[in-house]
Each structure stands twice: as C-alpha cells, then as structure tokens.
C-alpha cells in the first residue's frame, strides 16, 4: 500500500506559478503510475497530469499542456507539480494518486491523497 500527502496549495494571482508536492509512504513508490487531478465546486474530478512508474512519459490535459509540468524523485518518494502562467479556472482541490497503469481515468488510480487547494485570484 501507499499513502499520499499532498503540500505546496495557496493563493496565487493570475500569471503566477505555484508547486505541489505529494509525499508518498511506502517502499513501493516506484512500482506505481502517479497523476494529478482537480475538482472545482460544483463540478466533477478530473485528470491533470500523469507519469509512469519509471518516470518516463508525462502526459496531460490539453487545459494544461504547455505550463504544468509533472515530475518525480525516486530518492524522496515524492511527485510534483509545477503550475505556470495559472489562470482563475485552475482554481481547485487538487488531488495526488496513485495507480497500476498510466491512465488519465480516475478508476485506474486506487491511492489518493486529501487534496490540497489552489486558488487563482487577483
């Protein structure tokens, strides 16, 4: 099993960048598939970024492609998310999972984390 503890949310104004972290327990980091997702109030999780277990392939939302980055460290146990030029609709709980195989499908990922907040205001 693995537990995930996200980190690095706030307030940010629009053009901003922010970094989130997710700190995941567990000796078997390296054997699972990781991706970002959000929810917004009123609407529904959605996918934002993935990686494979070996670090290779990132993809992402065409909402974000170009100014997220998704990136991991085997050595910390750790995936990030750098969040460039952010615009008031990225404002949202953002989620760290978890799964067995890169998939932008929220049914693919079994660990997640508690989520952490970005809000996007001026």
């Known amino acids: 099993q693995v537990q995930l503890v996200e980190s690095g949310g706030g307030l940010v104004q629009p053009g901003g960048s922010l970094r989130l972290c997710c700190a995941a327990?567990?000796?078997?980091?390296?054997?699972?598939?990781m991706g970002w997702f959000r929810q917004a109030p009123g609407k529904e999780r959605e996918f934002v970024a993935g990686?494979?277990?070996?670090?290779?392939?990132?993809y992402y939302a065409d909402s974000v492609k170009g100014r997220f980055t998704i990136s991991r460290v085997y050595a910390k146990n750790t995936v990030y998310l750098q969040m460039n030029s952010l615009k008031p609709e990225d404002t949202a709980v953002y989620y760290c999972?978890?799964?067995?195989?890169?998939?932008?499908?929220?049914?693919?990922?079994?660990?997640w984390g508690q989520g952490t907040q970005v809000t996007v205001s001026s």
């Open positions: 999972a978890a799964g067995g195989a890169s998939s932008s499908a929220l049914n693919d990922y079994g660990y």
């Open positions: 327990s567990g000796r078997t980091f390296s054997r699972y598939a």
């Open positions: 990686i494979n277990w070996n670090g290779g392939s990132p």
